[in-house]
């Protein structure tokens, strides 16, 4: 047995929560466990200005820890003046993860902006803000299209993410932060609905890995992807 008690190819119990923002085009709240994110999804006429003029939109995206997160207060980025390299480097992960979901030429010069704040962090933070943030965004796509807004979808395919590891020779999937504080191997993995690769991380923290433990890595991360597919899919049809 892991340290969470599961079973090697069990993930968290996992629930998404819908419209729980009145103001956004689309939000939910997503649970792995006990990691709650709050994934908002933002429309705007503005766009980079490096796209101006080539009618073509734009999604960008922001990850912040709130200050009680954690078990012990951290303090706002904003209030200390500095994003860290981590928050930069995840939310430009769920950035252009989700930039892979949509065709940007059929938003025209538009921009969606998805915010993801973690309520409650035990690992798995940016595998989640993917997961919730591809719910928020198919949900203002939705609103936008019933709104006139957009003519056509955009959307391709849904996104999912999950973290997987090697513990003890084991492959295990979605790690909680007790796990991942002992794993071995670290990874996480981002897929697409129709069986493709978005990106995969992965990183020896104890030991190295060979290339047949990293396909057992895959395989628990497609199996609890397809998982996390029907789940966005019943939130975003049922709210």
């Avoid at 649970?31 to 003029?53: D, H, M, V, W, Y």
């Avoid at 009680?68 to 992960?93: A, F």
């Avoid at 769920?94 to 902006?113: K, M, N, T, V, Y």
């Avoid at 003519?151 to 973290?163: D, Q, R």
Wanted: charged share 25%; net charge negative.
């Amino acid at each position: 047995m892991r340290l969470s008690n599961r079973n090697f190819a069990e993930t968290r119990e996992i629930t998404i929560e819908t419209n729980v923002n009145c103001h956004a085009e689309g939000s939910c709240i997503i649970n792995f466990g006990q990691t709650k994110i709050l994934c908002t999804a933002s429309f705007e006429t503005e766009i980079p200005r490096f796209l101006r003029g080539k009618n073509q939109g734009w999604l960008t995206a922001t990850y912040s820890m709130l200050p009680r997160s954690t078990h012990s207060r951290i303090n706002r980025e904003s209030s200390t003046g500095k994003i860290s390299g981590r928050t930069q480097e995840i939310q430009r992960l769920i950035g252009r993860s989700l930039r892979s979901a949509i065709d940007l030429s059929i938003l025209g010069e538009r921009q969606i902006f998805i915010d993801c704040d973690v309520l409650q962090a035990d690992g798995g933070t940016r595998t989640a803000a993917i997961s919730g943030g591809y719910v928020a965004l198919a949900l203002c796509i939705r609103k936008l299209l019933k709104e006139g807004v957009l003519k056509e979808s955009p959307l391709k395919k849904n996104i999912a993410a999950i973290s997987c590891g090697i513990s003890a020779n084991q492959a295990i999937i979605d790690l909680d932060y007790l796990e991942d504080s002992n794993i071995d191997v670290d990874a996480n993995f981002i897929l697409s609905a129709d069986k493709k690769i978005i990106e995969i991380q992965a990183s020896a923290e104890g030991d190295t890995f060979s290339k047949d433990e990293l396909d057992q890595m895959y395989e628990l991360a497609e199996a609890g992807c397809n998982k996390i597919f029907n789940l966005q899919n019943e939130a975003i049809n049922n709210s």
